[in-house]
């Protein structure tokens, strides 16, 4: 099960996800994410502080935005990761296509950085 | 003997049984008018008569008590035929006597005797056959009282039969008391009407017609009979007076009391038919719209169905069904009216704000004939509808309309919220089982893909001195996509894959065979683990779709160098064991998972390594299903376990590792049967 909870800060659009992360509930984070870039957002923050868990699929969902987002020139920020959640992404490689922060501050700040 | 051969020996038997009653009866009269002292003793007409009911009984028995196919007015049918067939002969033999003219012959006693007996024999006739048929009438619905009633009645009519005969002398009281009795019965019996209320309308009419008939040739034959006896007996009383049979005025009496109440019922039924007909018919759609469940293909037919019933049932003059479909967009069915005006009725009612119409509830019977008027040209003054629900949620409306202002009364109303209400478990049904088929469907292609998986994991692996490996691999009800293989490139160099596709069921099995195909084919041209994967991401780039992706760890093992290369393409880190130092790690280095970068920068990506291996050192090959497996608590196996138990028997071989890694998943787990795919492949260098 999940939640998940949209947020606009300062032109950023603040994605949190809380609960853990399968092959269905990975389809809603998908659909946030589509509607976030659907309503014109150039930088994305996704909170993962209270994300527990995510499977090969929720890893999928953030793998088939990388390219779309590098056509569009989206940034996304991921930020708050807990050690397992971390791993995960790490074992897959996919540390090094994201750009992963720990604290929010960090996030806000690079993805600013980046869409300069 | 069939029943055909008992009908046939029972008519031979009337026909011999009559034909000896015929010339007992002549001679014995012939003798009487004579003065002489006959030689046939007096009681073999009477005898023979007995004998000739008997064998009429039987035969009428076999022919319509049995027949099994005869509807109502069928019987009353059978009973008319051979009514007309003996009217005709009888009334033939009339014509023969009127041609004879003033000849001294039909003057003659004996001649009077001759046509009396004919005419007896076929009264007789007629008079059984009718009462077999309303014995069938009679005992159609079938209880143990009526049977038992029945059965008393046949033995009491049995027993005047023979006591005719015979003239067995009874006390006067005890021979009337007797008949009351047989009165009794015979009326008590005639009470059973119960089938007249299955006759249709038609039909009804058909019997009464029938009945007329029936009483015509009754009368007729009473009549004949009863002339001709009185002409005989005026001069010899030695001849077979029916009357004298208390059997045959019994008989008589019982045909013609059954076919007064019956005609009398049908006629006071007459009016009330229409409506038991109706009610009738609204069984019948009523379980049609229950049935068409099983036997219809679509939900479109039950739509059809109860538009149709309801109409019928209540007598609309127009009708209109709608049912919502998804995305808002409605389909309409109609009945007798355009969609148009359809529509305009059902906006002039929801524009009116007119309660009690559309929605559920309220007096459905209330006169709503002006707010119907109100509607330019709208020929309808009274509107029944109801909302169709499946599961509580409402699917559509029915409505019905009539030109007539208050036209459906309470009772149209339950029925047709029943016949709503059972449209509504019908749709929610095959909806229901649509769902299961589809479950089913799916389940079957599960197998489908499980059998598939199973068979593309090998058989063998391939074996090689410098080492020893056994390899496990188990998956989940849902079938995912774990694979692991090994390939012997040439005489010192053997490659091993571990992989696992995301996602599950058919797809998962799918990309697993392509991962398959890879291996295979780039395996043999001895690359390096690096360019192996960067090539295989090249050839999966354009296979897996949004989203998918397959992890994997290659290692190709170089026996005379005693040197392995490996690279590590996302796949959980593989556990290697040095034996040297007694030591163990993860092999973490760097790389992404195939399919994850689709440009040619996935080199960029992905590292490989190469290391030596010495005798003694374990490498244990797995998938997330293992490290991930969880306890009851919901903690995970996780690396440290797995380290811990590889620790546990270094000094087994492989096959015994990796029993005992399983083992120690499943005591973790503490179930046999986790729920996910899990696989491992270890690799002990000799």
């Given at each position: 099960m999940v939640h998940i909870k949209r947020l606009q800060e300062s032109g950023n659009d603040l994605i949190a996800i809380i609960g853990e992360i399968d092959a269905s509930s990975s389809i809603e984070l998908d659909l946030t994410i589509a509607k976030s870039v659907g309503e014109g957002f150039t930088k994305i923050l996704v909170d993962c502080s209270a994300l527990e868990y995510i499977s090969s699929a929720g890893l999928g969902v953030f793998m088939s935005y990388i390219e779309e987002f590098k056509d569009k020139n989206i940034q996304m920020v991921l930020f708050g990761m807990k050690g397992k959640v971390a791993n995960t992404f790490s074992i897959l490689g996919l540390a090094d296509l994201l750009h992963i922060c720990t604290s929010k501050e960090e996030a806000k700040r690079l993805v600013d950085e980046l869409s300069v | 003997m069939g029943n055909k051969g008992i009908i046939r020996l029972t008519s031979l038997g009337a026909a011999i049984a009559w034909i000896i009653l015929f010339f007992s009866d002549l001679t014995i009269l012939f003798s009487d008018t004579k003065g002489l002292a006959s030689d046939i003793p007096l009681w073999v007409p009477r005898v023979m008569l007995d004998l000739y009911v008997i064998f009429l009984y039987y035969h009428y028995k076999f022919r319509i008590e049995k027949d099994e196919n005869l509807s109502f007015t069928d019987l009353l049918w059978k009973v008319f035929a051979t009514g007309l067939i003996v009217t005709v002969v009888s009334l033939s033999l009339r014509l023969v006597i009127f041609l004879l003219g003033n000849t001294p012959l039909p003057g003659h006693i004996l001649f009077g005797d001759f046509v009396y007996l004919i005419n007896l024999g076929l009264f007789l006739s007629f008079l059984i056959a009718a009462y077999t048929c309303w014995k069938r009438l009679i005992v159609?619905?079938?209880?143990?009282?009526?049977?038992?009633?029945?059965?008393?009645?046949?033995?009491?009519?049995?027993?005047?039969?023979?006591?005719?005969?015979?003239?067995?002398?009874?006390?006067?009281?005890?021979?009337?008391?007797?008949?009351?009795?047989?009165?009794?019965?015979?009326?008590?019996?005639?009470?059973?009407?119960?089938?007249?209320?299955?006759?249709?309308?038609?039909?009804?009419?058909?019997?009464?017609?029938?009945?007329?008939?029936?009483?015509?040739?009754?009368?007729?034959?009473?009549?004949?009979?009863?002339?001709?006896?009185?002409?005989?007996?005026?001069?010899?009383?030695?001849?077979?007076?029916?009357?004298?049979?208390?059997?045959?005025?019994?008989?008589?009496?019982?045909?013609?009391?059954?076919?007064?109440?019956?005609?009398?019922?049908?006629?006071?039924?007459?009016?009330?038919?229409?409506?038991?007909?109706?009610?009738?018919?609204?069984?019948?759609?009523?379980?049609?719209?229950?049935?068409?469940?099983?036997?219809?293909?679509?939900?479109?037919?039950?739509?059809?169905?109860?538009?149709?019933?309801?109409?019928?049932?209540?007598?609309?003059?127009?009708?209109?069904?709608?049912?919502?479909?998804?995305?808002?967009?409605?389909?309409?069915?109609?009945?007798?009216?355009?969609?148009?005006?359809?529509?305009?009725?059902?906006?002039?009612?929801?524009?009116?704000?007119?309660?009690?119409?559309?929605?559920?509830?309220?007096?459905?019977?209330?006169?709503?004939?002006?707010?119907?008027?109100?509607i330019k040209g709208g020929r309808y003054r009274s509107v029944l509808a109801f909302p169709i629900l499946v599961k509580g949620e409402s699917i559509g409306t029915l409505a019905l309309l009539k030109e007539l202002p208050e036209g459906f009364t309470k009772e149209m109303t339950r029925i047709i919220s029943t016949f709503a209400n059972q449209a509504g478990i019908s749709i929610e049904n095959f909806r229901l089982m649509e769902e299961a088929f589809q479950t089913e469907r799916y389940k079957e292609e599960l197998k489908i893909a499980r059998t598939v998986?199973?068979?593309?994991?090998?058989?063998?692996?391939?074996?090689?001195?410098?080492?020893?490996?056994?390899?496990?691999?188990?998956?989940?009800?849902?079938?995912?996509?774990?694979?692991?293989?090994?390939?012997?490139?040439?005489?010192?160099?053997?490659?091993?894959?571990?992989?696992?596709?995301?996602?599950?069921?058919?797809?998962?099995?799918?990309?697993?065979?392509?991962?398959?195909?890879?291996?295979?084919?780039?395996?043999?041209?001895?690359?390096?683990?690096?360019?192996?994967?960067?090539?295989?991401?090249?050839?999966?780039?354009?296979?897996?779709?949004?989203?998918?992706?397959?992890?994997?760890?290659?290692?190709?093992?170089?026996?005379?160098?005693?040197?392995?290369?490996?690279?590590?393409?996302?796949?959980?880190?593989?556990?290697?064991?040095?034996?040297?130092?007694?030591?163990?790690?993860?092999?973490?280095?760097?790389?992404?998972?195939?399919?994850?970068?689709?440009?040619?920068?996935?080199?960029?990506?992905?590292?490989?390594?190469?290391?030596?291996?010495a005798p003694g050192d374990i490498m244990v090959l797995y998938t997330d299903g293992i490290t991930e497996a969880k306890d009851n608590k919901g903690e995970e196996f996780d690396y440290v376990r797995l380290e811990q138990t590889v620790i546990e028997v270094t000094d087994k071989s492989s096959r015994e590792i990796q029993e005992h890694l399983i083992k120690r998943l499943h005591d973790y787990s503490g179930t046999d049967e986790i729920n996910d795919d899990y696989t491992t492949m270890i690799v002990k260098f000799l």
């Open positions: - | 159609y619905h079938k209880s143990k009282w009526l049977i038992r009633t029945w059965r008393f009645f046949e033995f009491l009519l049995l027993f005047i039969l023979v006591y005719d005969s015979f003239q067995i002398v009874l006390n006067e009281g005890v021979f009337i008391a007797l008949n009351i009795i047989l009165a009794l019965v015979a009326l008590v019996l005639s009470a059973n009407m119960k089938w007249v209320a299955y006759l249709n309308f038609k039909q009804k009419w058909t019997s009464l017609l029938l009945l007329l008939l029936t009483f015509f040739y009754l009368g007729y034959f009473f009549y004949t009979v009863t002339r001709q006896s009185d002409i005989i007996s005026a001069e010899s009383t030695s001849f077979l007076d029916f009357r004298s049979h208390i059997f045959n005025i019994s008989l008589f009496g019982f045909v013609i009391m059954y076919s007064i109440f019956s005609f009398l019922v049908i006629m006071f039924n007459l009016p009330t038919s229409s409506v038991f007909e109706q009610k009738l018919e609204e069984v019948v759609n009523f379980q049609r719209i229950s049935q068409s469940i099983q036997t219809e293909q679509n939900e479109e037919s039950v739509y059809n169905i109860l538009l149709e019933s309801s109409v019928n049932s209540v007598f609309a003059d127009a009708a209109w069904l709608e049912i919502k479909g998804s995305n808002h967009e409605s389909r309409l069915f109609s009945y007798q009216i355009s969609e148009k005006d359809a529509l305009e009725i059902t906006n002039h009612i929801k524009t009116k704000n007119i309660k009690g119409v559309l929605d559920q509830g309220s007096d459905k019977t209330r006169n709503l004939s002006h707010y119907l008027a109100s998986q199973k068979s593309l994991l090998p058989q063998k692996l391939e074996q090689d001195p410098q080492y020893d490996i056994a390899a496990f691999s188990q998956s989940a009800d849902e079938v995912g996509g774990d694979y692991y293989d090994t390939l012997r490139i040439s005489d010192h160099e053997v490659a091993l894959i571990i992989a696992d596709v995301s996602g599950k069921g058919t797809t998962a099995a799918f990309h697993m065979s392509q991962m398959k195909g890879i291996f295979h084919s780039l395996a043999q041209h001895q690359l390096d683990p690096k360019e192996f994967m960067v090539r295989a991401n090249m050839a999966l780039k354009h296979c897996l779709e949004r989203g998918s992706f397959i992890s994997a760890t290659y290692f190709a093992i170089d026996t005379q160098a005693k040197k392995i290369r490996y690279a590590r393409a996302g796949h959980c880190p593989v556990l290697y064991y040095y034996a040297v130092t007694k030591s163990t790690e993860f092999l973490k280095d760097r790389g992404t998972a195939l399919g994850m970068i689709k440009t040619k920068e996935y080199g960029n990506f992905i590292d490989m390594n190469e290391f030596s291996y």
